[in-house]
């Protein structure tokens, strides 16, 4: 049984500790934070998805801060992490390198990052279906953000099974989380005008072997960034066998405009009347209709949930980080607890 912390409660740190809970070969030890903001109050309600569960604060500071909002605190981080096997570090980023040098390396305790981390936090840049073994036994790996996710999983189905080359991607990034009110309203589209974007070689760092370019601009809507992938691929491949490479990725969705989800909202809409829990999504969507081979380029357009699709690759990294199952094993264990296609 691996002991977990999530440090940062926030919108990726409160699914990952919901996600630990569900596992049972992790405990999750508890939480910590630094303030009542990121919903910790609400999910240690009665009934709510982390009722029960054991709060800690990251410093001093913060135990003070929580403890004025009301918060019963069990003891800052440092005092525990003796007894702890991982923090899966959640924090804003600047605060996660932070961490790294001042708790976890002192306190010889491995630790998971997330995509707003420096590269340099770790060796490895995580993603459970394009690089599992290279997390084997790292005391140190940073899960890859959304739109790496993305566009990892994506092309390791395609490039397990066909040679790809040349790959560009433009993406369409939502403007902020639903509870990120500070960074709207936004009544623009804003191009990120470094030119390619940090996003290609974001992926490059999952897998080296891709030559990939990205372009990306902002846009004011809260669920899901789009991308629109195309690539070359050798050209006696049919679309039929590109739609069967994405059928077969675990994580991955073909899901049909013709079937009414034309567009993110009514993908969101979807998600709502599937009852999964906040409406998340943590498959990449790829609208089937846009899968498309033509003079040996493939086109496709997906779209990804920001605030979830992360989650199963933290749980991941954990198994590979203790070697306690093969890729295969772990993913799918993962998927089925989360409940995940
Ligand atoms: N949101 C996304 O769509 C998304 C997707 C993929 C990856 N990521 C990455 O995931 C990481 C976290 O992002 P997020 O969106 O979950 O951020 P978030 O919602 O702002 O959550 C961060 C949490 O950490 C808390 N915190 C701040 N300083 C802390 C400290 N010293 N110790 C412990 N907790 C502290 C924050 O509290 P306060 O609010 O009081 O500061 C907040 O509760 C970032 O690297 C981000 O790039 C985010």
């Not at 040679?163 to 902020?176: C, F, K, P, T, Y």
């Not at 829990?277 to 498309?292: A, F, K, L, N």
Request: with cysteine.
């Amino acid at each position: 049984m691996v002991n977990v912390v999530v440090n940062g409660v926030g919108t990726i740190g409160k699914r990952v500790a919901e996600a630990v809970k569900k596992q049972d070969d992790m405990h999750l030890y508890g939480i910590s934070d630094v303030a009542q903001a990121g919903g910790i109050r609400t999910v240690l309600m009665e009934n709510a998805p982390l009722h029960g569960t054991d709060l800690y604060a990251s410093d001093s500071k913060g135990k003070q801060n929580l403890e004025e909002q009301g918060f019963h605190v069990n003891d800052i981080l440092e005092n525990i992490l003796h007894e702890v096997d991982i923090v899966v570090d959640c924090t804003p980023p600047g605060i996660d390198k932070r961490n790294k040098e001042k708790l976890y390396e002192p306190n010889n305790v491995k630790a998971i990052f997330q995509g707003g981390a420096p590269d340099s936090v770790g060796p490895v840049a995580f993603n459970a279906l394009a690089n599992y073994e290279e997390a084997k036994g790292e005391d140190y790996v940073k899960v890859v953000s959304c739109n790496t996710t993305s566009l990892s999983r994506t092309l390791d189905a395609l490039d397990k099974r066909f040679s790809v080359d040349n790959i560009v991607a433009n993406l369409v990034r939502r403007g902020g989380d639903i509870p990120q009110d500070s960074r709207g309203p936004i009544n623009s589209t804003i191009p990120v005008t470094d030119v390619p974007s940090h996003h290609g070689p974001d992926v490059k760092a999952v897998m080296p072997q891709l030559d990939i370019k990205t372009l990306a601009v902002k846009v004011p809507v809260t669920f899901g960034h789009v991308h629109m992938v195309n690539a070359d691929i050798e050209e006696d491949v049919s679309e039929e066998d590109i739609k069967q490479a994405f059928r077969d990725q675990p994580r991955v969705k073909l899901i049909k405009a013709g079937h009414g989800y034309d567009s993110t909202g009514k993908i969101h809409e979807m998600m709502r009347d599937l009852e999964r829990p906040r409406s998340d999504m943590p498959e990449v969507g790829i609208w089937e209709e846009t899968v498309t081979v033509e003079d040996g380029t493939v086109y496709w357009i997906h779209m990804v949930h920001q605030e979830s699709i992360v989650v199963p690759s933290n749980i991941d990294a954990i198994r590979a980080m203790f070697e306690t199952e093969d890729s295969e094993t772990s993913i799918e264990k993962t998927n089925q607890t989360l409940e995940i296609s």
